[in-house]
């Protein structure tokens, strides 16, 4: 870096800690369970972030992490194959820092995220082939003043799991006063595996018997991946937004998962109604794969006669995804049924007791 350069990342850095200064940490909510179950299940809402998502921590750790490497300058050019949230936080982030960010996504992605990325500042690069959006932003971002964040290879390194600056340190912190302050399970789902990665090992860093538990939705290799130590397999990918994906990124890493959670597309869409009907928080589809793996989960600490805490993430709000997620066309178009696991989790809020909903569709589809 010449000198020019390292003062402009002096200045750049110094905008983003005066930004998250500015900032107020996301609120931990309660999700309501029968007190005699002694189990306090919690939902983190990250969808408070000014960009809306907990994608919002990841594009500011890549930008810190980008800067501190050398790889942005007063003249950058930022790219990233994305055509969701994260897109949009880097967006924010790059005209916070007044640089200008592209984002290659595939065509026929919602003109409702493309709003999103160009309010921010973005501009929107379709490509018509949805798999050659990673090389489009590698071609990209190899031309001078350009850079790719890639953030599916880099989420997992680019954040500082250790210091205090990270959403396991926040959970920790306020559960400090809960009665059961060190959760039994945190369930999270996986997009790039960074959200998994940052938790569970900060969960080792400050010795906490904590585990780590992914929701893994259909059409995602990631389970199949972990239950069988892959990393060669290839998928259709997943239609709940933000996870599942169909190759092994490499910021997924199943080492530091305990335990992973298949979860149907229907049963998704159920909880996050359910999530909405008992909080009346409006959550994306991915919060509503948490909860239900959270509340399998929890029926199973019931069975073993467990008591403690349960974390869940709300990644997002339900806005982005009113003609989608929450369309009933848009379930019935692609076959999704979600009443049966709606009527199934009703029922385990007052029985404990987690019911297989069998669904032919689903079978064939995982
Ligand atoms: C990215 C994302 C996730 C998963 O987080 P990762 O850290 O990428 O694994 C979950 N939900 C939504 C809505 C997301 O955008």
Redesign the pocket.
Known sequence: MSVDHITWAGEALRALDVEANRSADTHMRLFPLPAEWGIDLYVKDESGHPTG???HR?ARSLFVHAIANGNLGPNSTVVESSS???AVSEAYFAKLLGLRFVAVIPEGTSPEKMRLIEQFGGVCHPVSAPTTIWEEALRLGAQADWHYMD?FAN?SVVTDWRGSDNIGASIFDQLSRERYPEPTWIV???????????ISRHCRFRNSQTRVAVVDPEGSVFYQAWAEGRNDLVSGGSR????GRPRVEK??VPTLIQHMVRVPDAGSFAAMRLLHEITGLRA????GTNLYGALQIISQMREAGERGSVVI?M??GGERYLDTHYSPAWLLARGIAPEPHHAMLRGLLTTGVWVDVSDAAVDARV
Not at 188 to 198: D, E, F, R
Not at 284 to 287: A, D
């Open positions: 998502s907990l994608k990841l969701g949230s994260t953030q989420a999270v789902g996986a997009g790039t595996g960074g959200t998994s990665a940052t709940i937004e933000g996870i910021s997924f994306g589809g991915s919060t993430l990644c997002d």
